[in-house]
Structure formats: structure tokens, C-alpha cells
């Protein structure tokens, strides 16, 4: 008997559906043949913990219409047992797929932000949006750091790291002190080509953002990070690419 010929015949002897005579050849060839015994093996400790472990239900009528179908005719008397003999093997694969399906949702779960933060962006994004349409996006307005940083000194009680990003395509346009997440921020403004950005500053506390997040609210996209003791978050309509490129800049410019 040829390896291929007993694979598929390996169901059927497992659930004693082969004839004597097969069932020899079979066994004969398992004598002689490792490969197979162990699929054999594997295929009766499987059928053995599904047995024990899984969970029984009767097949919904439609998917036992859709198997006769498959199948065959409902006149041939053998789908109703292979229906019966295989309803097992369904019982696996179903428990495989839902356990895919929980570690999917524990893998976006773990991926996905704490509630907290979704919050402080929704926060950043309608300030972002207040910023450009009460027209008071810039406090000062310079392309220069060396201007920008020092306009911030006596108004806050930190001092915000202010690059300018010009040479990577993200011209600085000034700075500004806005109020959020419970006290005032310093943000500093940059452009891309016609979007704005705002980059709120403020410095860390410990336990937050471990990671970089990036949040979508309202065709808006947000990406917070923390680099050298500070919290910073980007707020633009650019698309979500660019604004990574922003945040790897500032990584390096402040790392
Ligand atoms: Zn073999």
C-alpha cells in the first residue's frame, strides 16, 4: 500500500469504517511504516481529547442540508453517518477557530490604548480643532527655536524641547500655550506642506505612555510618545505616515 492510500484511509479506519480485509492491509503497512503510525497516533489522540474535551450540539438543520449537499444525495444512506461520524472533527475545527478568534481579540485588546488616553485624545484633537478655528494658533510666531523656546520661560513651569524640523520637511511656525489635560501645555506648531500640526508638550509623570500610540477621532490623526522625561502628542489632519515621520524626528532630535 502506497503512503498517500493510507492517509486517506485513515479517517475511515480510526472510525472502524473499513472493512477487514482493508483495515489488515492498513495495519500491515503501519508495521512497516513510522511515518504513517505517527499520523496515526496523532489522529487517535486528537479524536480521543475531542471526545473528552469538546463541547457536543446537534447541527443546525441549514448546515446539515449544506453537508447533504456536499456530500451528495440525501438518498445514499452514507452522509447522515459521515454527517454523524465526522460531527467531532467540526467540533475541533470550530474550537480551533474560536480560539483563534479570542486571541485575536486579547492581541487587540493588548494593542489597543486604556481608556484614559483615548480620552486625552479626543481632548488634544477638539483643542487642535479650536486652535484653527478661532484662529489662535500661534502666541508666537517664529521659525526660529532659539526664539520660540525662551517665549515660553516664565510661563510655564517647565521648559518644552522646540526644534525646528524644517530640513526634514516640517518647518516650525511658533508656539503657543494652550490648556489641556488639567493645566497648560506648552504646543508648538509646525506645517506640512498646507496641514497644521500641533505638538502639545508637557513633561511626564510617570506610568504613562510606555509606547507610542497613534488615534484616528474624526479624520483627525493622533500619535503620542515620550521622549527625554516629556509627554508629546501631534495633532494634525495629515495622514497617519507622516505624522510617524514627525514623531521618529523628534525622537531623534530629543532621544
Ligand atoms: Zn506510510
Redesign the pocket.
Known amino acids: 500500500m502506497e503512503?498517500t492510500q493510507?492517509r486517506a484511509q485513515l479517517d475511515a479506519y480510526d472510525d472502524g469504517e473499513l472493512d477487514a480485509a482493508a483495515a489488515k492491509r492498513l495495519e500491515e503497512?503501519l508495521t512497516e511504516?513510522p511515518?504513517?503510525l505517527q499520523a496515526e497516533e496523532q489522529l487517535s489522540v486528537l479524536r480521543r481529547a475531542a471526545r473528552k474535551h469538546a463541547a457536543y450540539y446537534p447541527a443546525p438543520e441549514a448546515l446539515r442540508e449544506r453537508l447533504a449537499s456536499i456530500l451528495g444525495s440525501r438518498d445514499r444512506p452514507h452522509w447522515r453517518r459521515a454527517v454523524t461520524m465526522r460531527w467531532w472533527q467540526l467540533g475541533a475545527v470550530l474550537s480551533a477557530t474560536a480560539t483563534a478568534s479570542v486571541l485575536c481579540t486579547l492581541l487587540v485588546l493588548s494593542g489597543a490604548p486604556p481608556r484614559g488616553e483615548e480620552k486625552l485624545a479626543d481632548e488634544l484633537v477638539a483643542s487642535h480643532v479650536r486652535s484653527l478655528m478661532q484662529d489662535h494658533l500661534l502666541d508666537v510666531a517664529s521659525t526660529d527655536q532659539h526664539t520660540v523656546k525662551p517665549w515660553f520661560a516664565g510661563k510655564l513651569d517647565y521648559s518644552p524641547p522646540v526644534r525646528d524640523l524644517s530640513a526634514a520637511g516640517f518647518p516650525l511656525l511658533g508656539g503657543r500655550l494652550d490648556y489641556v489635560h488639567d493645566r497648560p501645555v506648552a504646543v508648538l506648531v509646525y506645517q506640512r506642506r498646507q496641514h497644521r500640526i500641533n505638538v502639545y508638550v508637557w513633561p511626564e509623570r510617570g506610568g504613562a505612555l510606555p509606547h507610542s500610540h497613534a488615534m484616528t477621532r474624526n479624520g483627525y490623526n493622533a500619535v503620542g510618545w515620550v521622549a527625554s522625561g516629556m509627554v508629546f502628542w501631534a495633532v494634525s489632519d495629515l495622514n497617519a505616515a507622516e505624522l510617524a515621520q514627525l514623531e521618529d524626528l523628534s525622537r531623534r532630535e530629543n532621544g
Open positions: 503512503c493510507v503497512h511504516c511515518d504513517c
